[in-house]
């Protein structure tokens, strides 16, 4: 469908108000936890707490036995699905990894894992339920760090997992999952090349993606179907993901998506949704269940924390010769960590010749890692780009300047072979260099630092539909959870391509039932990959309307054209028909043929990368070691903002979820592999009072692939935050740091070692 | 053990119910009274998204026993509205885009009324302190700062 990008728009790149604002600030808006049916019980789950343990038995009689006690779940009620990697028609992941984590079969593999589930009449029944529950553990040995757990001897989590892509094969149980790599040009010919060469060594914390609502779900079973409602960044996928695991025809489960109230990655996975369902079947009443922050924070979601490897050559004008990098990610207690991203994007931001990048994804005694923004990408964009800033103070030239002797271009083919289309990262550096922010004097004990990033995005499956009323207003229903304002954007352009009022659109998230499978909200596909199928469905529309105006005038079909919202006729020799408009076509159309609509279902593929660049100014109190960030400016390519205030807010959050994960956010485990800090008062997240205004830059290299220029814009932004911050930091003390979160102790250790 | 009797103001109306000891007023909102516009975060006051106030103090509803609120005035989100009429919070956060996801919309509001009802004119860092005890993880706080600045001076010239 790609055409010709206009620039002048009525609706696109306005700052149209959200169509769920109302809702939204007035408590109206259901979220996962928000909704109540009659007889619905309390779900609860318990979970271990061991890092790893058999489970020699499992005694549940008591619990069950209670009084208000409707169901009791272990493993033994699900069905043992057989390892499948995948794909699962468009879903690539291994259900029964799934399923595992959703409940342990046989050991457990976390502090946190689930072993068994309650329903009850009441929450405290639930409870007391738990704690009748008898679980009979043998503790096995765990291991928590990654390179820890690719050493020999070292406890082994799957005794059927042997490692994908490894040099020598292997028949051996391992707990490294697999090992991909990317490679361009001859890195040895390039190392031997430069002038100079630095290798550095960096690691980095789990971190958890933070959403403020915790995962919840209520499920409605009967034996005529299931219903699910879920806070979910896909429906359909949780739709597949629980019919697999439970062993259930697909088209027996609807699902409707609740509100969702931040995802970032952590909610493209199921947890307690089967465990809801099953829960339902046996007790045949609707089951609730809601994780505690505790939960959330033991048994969901974080990213891999990582070591890092970084060596870049260069000549002594900047030019880079040649890169290599390696990864070891924690991929928690299943494979899956993003490692293929992080080999696809750590150096994809520059044009170079020579690079050689490989990763492990290792499973370790943690929860299973989700995505979180960008996955994979930060921390071995952590590494590069500030190995890059090291390589710029030591050849004396301006970080900026070194990176635009580097900057990927038009033409410009990354690691994986892919050949970039209009890009604008030199724009971005050329940008900052002229900002006012780049140049402004500072203080003592401050700072600046810099760094750029790269996220490839994402396309892959959407579906909209296009319903005129007769009253010409139109009901859009796409299947895509809006996360951040994509309400917003999709009414856009459909009013845009229908030529009507953006408040005639009514944009709706239909459930599982009610349009065609849709994937994830990730990969800051929907405004892309969606929009697409929006788009699409509307001119849809407007082939049917159209073809309606030919039969009232009596012309044929393709002496009609849509031009500003009406029914014209092709030319002059088609007849003198006053135009029509949407709503007199729509007023008629019982008379013409049925009701006007459109509809698409496409896999959209053409989707760009952006790139982005950060800088940053900070003061580092040298007595406590806290750090002030003064000044923050995000630089982006962003192809084109559909909608700029809500672009404007990723690249905004994206940021400060950057200077948390740079500053103080981590996993923090004890020797006996459990989790210390599960809660936001030890795992600290940004407040308000720990920012300033994050000013933002966009630059518009639409992409030509799309009707409307859009290029995808959320994950970047979480990129560059972790060297810049970190480098700025460094500037302000005149010390370089490796390890992630440079937190005050840290610093402080630092501040001494080096003699201050 | 017997529910608890407890009569209370709730966004102007008298209300009645009943609640266990151990229920938070965040449970009662929610499951008894299905005000479910107050949100659950965290359930140990370190994220702000229930906060609702009681006589006019700002609190965590998950902080305080449902039982502790007889004979107080409660007001949540849902009260913030003179019917359709938005708050001009409200209307702000819309026009300027302060919020993402919006599950830490209504706690937020409920805590920018209540700055500005003592500080109509507060200062950007007043404002960011004030709202140190709301986590939003999606704006980085950019939007929602502004908003509230921009509201405070859009009522100062009422």
């Known amino acids: 469908m790609p055409d010709e990008v206009k620039t002048e728009y009525k609706w696109v790149g306005k700052r149209n108000p959200r169509p769920d604002g109302v809702d939204k600030v007035t408590g109206r808006a259901k979220y996962g936890a928000d909704l109540y049916l009659p007889g619905m019980l309390t779900g609860k789950i318990l979970r271990s707490p061991h890092a790893h343990a058999r489970i020699k038995s499992i005694d549940t009689s008591a619990a069950a036995a209670l009084s208000g006690v409707k169901a009791v779940v272990t493993s033994a009620d699900f069905p043992d699905i057989p390892k499948s990697p995948g794909p699962h028609g468009p879903i690539i992941f291994d259900f029964r990894d799934f399923s595992w984590n959703m409940m342990a079969f046989d050991k457990v593999l976390y502090d946190g894992h689930a072993v068994a589930a309650v329903a009850a009449t009441s929450e405290s029944i639930a409870r007391q339920a738990l704690k009748l529950i008898k679980v009979d553990y043998e503790v096995l040995p765990h291991v928590i760090d990654p390179v820890a757990a690719m050493q020999p001897g070292a406890p082994i989590l799957h005794e059927d997992q042997i490692t994908e892509g490894a040099d020598e094969k292997t028949a051996k149980p391992s707990n490294v999952y697999r090992i991909p790599r990317g490679e361009k040009g001859d890195v040895e010919k390039g190392f031997a090349e430069a002038d100079i060469v630095l290798e550095r060594e960096f690691t980095t914390k789990a971190v958890h993606q933070g959403y403020i609502e915790p995962h919840a779900c209520v499920a409605d079973a009967s034996d005529d179907g299931v219903e699910l409602f879920c806070t979910t960044q896909g429906h359909f996928v949780f739709r597949s993901a629980c019919a697999k695991i439970l062993d259930m025809d697909i088209s027996r489960i609807r699902v409707t998506a609740s509100e969702i109230g931040g995802g970032f990655g952590g909610k493209n996975n199921v947890y307690g949704e089967p465990v809801a369902i099953r829960l339902s079947q046996l007790a045949r009443r609707p089951v609730k269940i809601v994780m505690s922050r505790d939960e959330v924070f033991r048994a969901t979601g974080p990213t891999s924390g990582a070591h890092v490897r970084v060596k870049i050559g260069a000549r002594n004008d900047g030019t880079i010769t040649a890169a290599e990098g390696e990864v070891t990610y924690q991929a928690g207690a299943f494979k899956g960590a993003s490692v293929g991203a992080a080999v696809n994007c750590m150096f994809s931001p520059y044009d170079l010749e020579n690079a050689k990048v490989w990763g492990y994804d290792v499973c370790v005694n943690r929860p299973k890692v989700a995505a979180y923004r960008a996955p994979g990408v930060p921390m071995a964009a952590f590494g590069v780009e500030s190995v890059i800033n090291e390589l710029a103070d030591e050849l004396g030239i301006d970080p900026v300047e070194m990176r635009l002797k580097n900057a990927a271009k038009e033409g410009t083919q990354n690691i994986m072979g892919l050949k970039y289309g209009p890009i604008g990262f030199i724009d971005i550096l050329e940008a900052m260099k002229a900002h006012p922010h780049y140049s402004a004097p500072l203080g003592e004990n401050q700072g600046r630092g810099i760094a750029a990033g790269y996220w490839l995005h994402a396309g892959g499956i959407s579906c909209a539909s296009v319903n005129v009323s007769d009253d010409g207003t139109v009901t859009l229903i796409e299947g895509n959870p809006d996360i951040g304002g994509s309400r917003a954007s999709m009414a856009a352009m459909v009013a845009e391509e229908l030529g009507i009022d953006y408040a005639s659109v009514r944009p709706i998230i239909g459930d599982t039932s009610s349009v065609g499978f849709s994937h994830l909200t990730a990969g800051s596909r929907v405004t892309f990959a969606t929009g697409m199928a929006c788009v699409q469905a509307a001119r849809n529309a407007i082939k049917v309307a159209s073809d309606r105006a030919a039969k009232i005038w009596g012309v044929s079909e393709d002496e009609v054209v849509w031009e500003d919202g009406h029914a014209r006729p092709a030319g002059a020799n088609v007849g003198d028909h006053k135009p029509m408009s949407l709503a007199e076509i729509a007023a008629k159309a019982p008379m013409t043929g049925g009701p006007i609509a459109g509809h698409a279902e496409i896999n959209a593929t053409g989707q760009g990368p952006a790139t982005g660049a950060h800088l940053v100014d900070v003061e580092v109190d040298r007595k406590s070691g806290y750090v002030t960030v003064l000044r923050y400016t995000v630089f982006q390519d962003v192809g084109r903002a559909i909608s700029p205030d809500y672009v404007e807010g990723q690249l905004q959050g994206g940021a400060v979820q950057g200077i948390g994960w740079a500053l103080n956010e981590e996993y923090i485990y004890g020797e006996d592999g459990c989790l210390q800090n599960p809660g936001f008062l030890d795992y600290r997240v940004p407040v308000a009072s720990d920012v300033p205004m994050i000013d933002v830059c966009l630059i518009e290299v639409p992409n030509p692939n799309h009707p409307y220029g859009v290029r995808g814009v959320g994950e970047t932004p979480i990129v560059p935050p972790q060297a810049a911050v970190v480098n700025a930091v460094g500037n302000a003390l005149g010390i370089r740091f490796n390890d992630l979160p440079v937190s005050p102790p840290k610093i402080l250790k630092a501040i001494k070692e080096a003699g201050g | ?158």
Request: with cysteine; hydrophobic share 35%; glycine share 10%.
């Open chain 2, 1 to 158: 053990m017997a529910k608890h009797h407890v009569t209370t103001t709730i966004n102007g109306d008298e209300t009645e119910f009943l609640c266990q000891t151990e229920q938070t007023l965040l449970d009662v909102l929610r499951d008894e009274l299905h005000l479910t516009g107050t949100k659950e975060g965290c359930g140990t006051g370190d994220c702000g998204a229930c906060t609702v106030t009681i006589d006019g103090r700002l609190v965590c509803s998950c902080l305080v026993l449902g039982v502790e609120a007889e004979g107080h005035a409660i007001e949540t989100i849902e009260g913030m509205a003179d019917g359709d009429t938005l708050h001009p919070l409200q209307r702000n956060f819309i026009d300027m885009a302060a919020l993402q996801c919006g599950i830490c919309t209504p706690g937020v509001l409920v805590a920018a009324k209540n700055l500005l009802e003592r500080n109509p004119d507060p200062s950007e860092t007043e404002v960011r302190y004030w709202l140190a005890g709301n986590l939003c993880r999606c704006t980085g706080y950019d939007k929602i700062v502004r908003a509230v600045m921009d509201t405070a001076a859009k009522m100062r010239g009422a």
